[in-house]
C-alpha cells in the first residue's frame, strides 16, 4: 500500500461522540450535548485536524516525511501534533507569545515543537516562513478552513430541530448548515433519507420538509454576530474575544453566513455561567465556548417553550480540560476578567429545570 493510502486509512473517522441529555425547564423539549470533549484528543479540533490532513494528502501537499506547520494556540496544535505522531510527520507549531509550558508540553509530549512569537499576529507570516524553509506544509486552519465530519455523525445519532455552536474558523457551523440543506456527505437524498430517520436513538425531529436549522452563539467582540447581521463579509471589530476557542476579530472566509440559520449575541458573563452549569451537571470541566453555545441553546428553548412547541436542540461542548478550572471555574479568574457570572445564575437554574 502506498504511503498517501495508509495515510488516509489512519485519517478515517473516529468513534462518534456521545450525546448528553441535560435537564431543561420545558416540557416536550430535549436538550442534548454532543460531547466533543471525548475526541482523543480532549476537543472538537480533532475533527479540524483530521480534515486538514486528508485534504493536505489527497491534494499531494503532504506525504511521506513532510515536515507539517501550523500558527494557532490552543487545542488545534494538540490535535494536529496527534495526527502528526500517527503519520510519523515531524510538527511545528507557532504559538503567539512568551513561551508558556501549559501550552507547549502537551504538544511537546506528542513529538511537536512549539515555537513562540511576538507579536501574536507574526505567527501566521513566521508559520509560512518555517513551512517555506523546511520544504513542508502550512495546514493554515483559517485559510483551509476544511469542512469536517461532525455534521455528517450528528445528523445519523438525532435529527435535531436546531444545532447551536460557535464559531472560530467558521468551518463547523458551515459543515453543518451544509449538511443540513444538503444531506450527509454520501448522500444527497438529504436528511429525510431512511438511514437518518432510522438512527435507532433518534429523538422525534424536524418533520417532513423540514430541516435542522444552525445557530452561531457569538461572544462579545466577535465580528461574526454584526457581521451576519449587517450582511457585512469585511466587517471587523479588531479586538480579540475573551472567550477562549470561539469568537473572532474579523470575518473569516471560512464562516459561511448564508450558510447560517441565526447567530445569537451571548455575554461573555453568561458564557462562563453556563459553562459552571455544564459542569455541575456533567461533571465536565468544559470551556468557556461549551457555555456560550448552552447559553444560547437555552434561548432558543424558551422560544420553543413559549410558542409551546416541542423539540429537540443540540449543543455542542466544545472541549474539558482541567486547566479550565483555573478559568472560567474559577472565581479571581471571572472577578479579574469582570465577568460577573452570578448575575446569570438565576436565569440558568430556572430554565434547567433547579
Ligand atoms: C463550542 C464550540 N463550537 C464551535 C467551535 C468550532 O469552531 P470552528 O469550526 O468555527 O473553528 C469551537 C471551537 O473549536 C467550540 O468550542
Redesign the pocket.
Known amino acids: 500500500m502506498s504511503w498517501d493510502l495508509r495515510a488516509l486509512d489512519l485519517l478515517q473517522a473516529g468513534d462518534p461522540t456521545p450525546l448528553i441529555e441535560l435537564p431543561v425547564a420545558a416540557p416536550g423539549v430535549r436538550l442534548l450535548a454532543k460531547d466533543e470533549s471525548a475526541q482523543p484528543t480532549g476537543?472538537?479540533?480533532h475533527r479540524?485536524a483530521r480534515a486538514l490532513f486528508r485534504q493536505a494528502v489527497l491534494d499531494g501537499l503532504i506525504t511521506r516525511g513532510t515536515p507539517v506547520v501550523e500558527a494557532t494556540g490552543g487545542?488545534a496544535a494538540v490535535a494536529q501534533a496527534w495526527f502528526a505522531r500517527r503519520l510519523a510527520l515531524p510538527y511545528v507549531v507557532v504559538m503567539p507569545g512568551a513561551r508558556s509550558e501549559e501550552r507547549a508540553r502537551p504538544v511537546e509530549e506528542l513529538g511537536g515543537e512549539c515555537r513562540f512569537v511576538t507579536p501574536p499576529l507574526a505567527i501566521y507570516d513566521e508559520a509560512r516562513e518555517v513551512a517555506a524553509e523546511a520544504g513542508g506544509h502550512f495546514l493554515d486552519q483559517f485559510g483551509r478552513a476544511a469542512e469536517h465530519d461532525l455534521a455528517d455523525e450528528l445528523f445519523a445519532q438525532a435529527r435535531p430541530d436546531w444545532v447551536v455552536?460557535?464559531?472560530?474558523?467558521?468551518?463547523?457551523?458551515a459543515t453543518l448548515g451544509r449538511r443540513a440543506r444538503h444531506g450527509a456527505a454520501d448522500d444527497l437524498g438529504g436528511l429525510d433519507a431512511p438511514d437518518a430517520s432510522d438512527a435507532p436513538d433518534a429523538p422525534g425531529g424536524p418533520g417532513v420538509g423540514e430541516r435542522p436549522r444552525v445557530a452561531v452563539a457569538d461572544p462579545e467582540n466577535s465580528a461574526y454576530f454584526p457581521g451576519w447581521t449587517l450582511d457585512a463579509p469585511d466587517y471587523a471589530t479588531g479586538m480579540p474575544s475573551r472567550i477562549e476557542?470561539?469568537g473572532r476579530p474579523r470575518m473569516e472566509a471560512?464562516?459561511r453566513p448564508d450558510l447560517v440559520d441565526l447567530v445569537v449575541p451571548v455575554p461573555d458573563a453568561a458564557g462562563v455561567a453556563a459553562a459552571r452549569r455544564i459542569r455541575e451537571v456533567t461533571g465536565l470541566a468544559v470551556?468557556a465556548?461549551?457555555g456560550?453555545?448552552l447559553w444560547a441553546a437555552l434561548e432558543l428553548v424558551e422560544r420553543m417553550r413559549a410558542k409551546g412547541e416541542d423539540g429537540t436542540v443540540v449543543s455542542?461542548?466544545?472541549?474539558a480540560h482541567p486547566r479550565h478550572l483555573a478559568t472560567c471555574h474559577d472565581d479571581g479568574w471571572a472577578a479579574g476578567k469582570g465577568l460577573d457570572w452570578r448575575a446569570h445564575r438565576d436565569e440558568l437554574l430556572r430554565r434547567t429545570g433547579s
Open positions: 476537543s472538537l479540533r479540524h487545542n455552536v460557535g464559531a472560530h474558523t467558521g468551518a463547523t457551523s476557542g470561539i471560512g464562516f470551556g465556548s461549551s456560550t453555545a455542542v461542548i466544545g472541549d
